[in-house]
């Protein structure tokens, strides 16, 4: 009789044990799932602005638009343009770490400052801008 409740015990452990590690197994390919990275693009500038200055947010966003479209109207990518003389703007400045104009890429805890390359090629390259969002938001992706 011993030996039957023992083998009895023994058959409830190894089951119980391999049940544990399908649930716990099965729970891990869930969470393993990535969902995709979600990209903002923001352009900090002020109310009075240069011709450069508009052209950085005009070929910035229209970049944005034409290399994600797909992406852009899920929203995994999004274009801000936010104006730092507007009331309650310096929250958003301050969480992006930025106090004056910038042209930032922002997913998660990366921050990729492009503020530079923005204002040396908007107006008088473009293709060199949107190549350099390109070059910066693809590694984000995969």
Request: include cysteine.
């Amino acid at each position: 009789m011993k030996k039957i409740i023992s083998l009895s015990v023994f058959v409830l452990l190894v089951v119980t044990f391999f049940t544990v590690n399908s649930i716990a197994a099965d729970k891990k390919t869930h969470t393993d799932v990535s969902k995709p990275a979600k990209v903002e693009v923001f352009y900090f500038h002020f109310t009075r602005r240069c011709v450069t200055c508009q052209a950085v947010e005009t070929e910035s966003q229209k970049a944005i638009e034409a290399l994600y479209p797909i992406q852009y109207k899920k929203g995994l990518i999004t274009f801000k343009s936010v104006n730092l003389d507007v009331k309650g703007s310096e929250v958003l400045a301050a969480k992006c770490k930025t106090e004056g104009q910038a042209l930032l890429v922002i997913s998660g805890k990366k921050r990729i400052d492009l503020t530079e390359k923005g204002f040396m090629y908007a107006k008088s390259s473009p293709e060199k801008l949107k190549a350099e969002l390109k070059k910066t938001i693809d590694p984000i992706l995969k």
